[in-house]
């Protein structure tokens, strides 16, 4: 199967400091990412997504980069708040309508 | 809460049982997907609806699994004669388009 696979599987990172969680994905094809959130006991939540024609997509507190050359994806989060703590997935989409999800990274902010 | 709901939430059975699961998706989403998750480990894409028609599976799925969306409203997804291995999450997601998947809080399985 393809690999989307993340660099670090846990992160800690104080209250107010910036956070930058990354992926790394094996499809060249890939032209479609979603950043999820995910938080114990619950699914996955959505924060933001980037296609392929675009290097870098910005939302609140929060900008995913894409770097197609290396094939790597990451997720910065401004500011980072204790209710930013939870598993963090990017997924690729590189054929209809199926996502392919990395492993995870566990983000732990310390107050 | 997202608007997309499980029933159960978790279901705990026998090696051998069959076991059935509902997702109802939010009202105006035409997508429906179901995915398996793992300890640890991402969602993993089972099979995509877009109405009542099954459009997608994943290779991977196992011939004792099977999903509906009778209506293109809710969707089940049963597994015949369940093995230790299918012990999971089981996550239901819809959407209006390809992005933005909106998760239900999924069932867990446990299988004895």
């Known amino acids: 199967g393809e690999s989307v696979g993340l660099h670090l599987p846990t992160l800690s990172v104080q209250e107010g400091d910036n956070s930058i969680i990354n992926c790394a994905y094996s499809n060249s094809a890939s032209d479609y990412f979603i950043w999820y959130k995910q938080e114990s006991g619950k699914g996955p939540q959505f924060i933001i997504d980037?296609?392929?024609?675009?290097d870098k997509r910005q939302g609140q507190r929060v900008t995913v980069l894409l770097n197609k050359t290396v094939k790597h994806l990451s997720l910065q989060i401004a500011a980072t708040q204790p209710g930013d703590s939870a598993v963090y997935f990017c997924?690729?989409?590189?054929?209809?309508?199926?996502?392919?999800f990395g492993t995870g990274t566990s983000l732990t902010v310390i107050p | 809460d997202t608007g997309v709901s499980q029933d159960p939430r978790h279901k705990i059975t026998k090696r051998g049982q069959n076991v059935t699961f509902r997702c109802d998706p939010i009202s105006e989403h035409n997508r429906l997907y179901w995915y398996r998750q793992t300890l640890g480990q991402g969602p993993e894409f089972l099979t995509y609806f877009q109405n009542e028609a099954q459009l997608e599976k994943s290779r991977l799925l196992s011939d004792r699994f099977s999903a509906e969306r009778p209506k293109g409203s809710f969707s089940t997804l049963e597994i015949q004669r369940t093995e230790q291995g299918d012990s999971a999450m089981y996550l239901c997601?819809?959407?209006?388009?390809?992005?933005?998947?909106?998760f239900g809080p999924g069932t867990r399985l446990t299988v004895l």
């Open positions: 997601a819809s959407s209006r388009t390809l992005g933005e998947q909106f």
């Open positions: 980037i296609r392929s024609n675009m």
């Open positions: 997924a690729e989409n590189f054929t209809g309508n199926q996502f392919y």
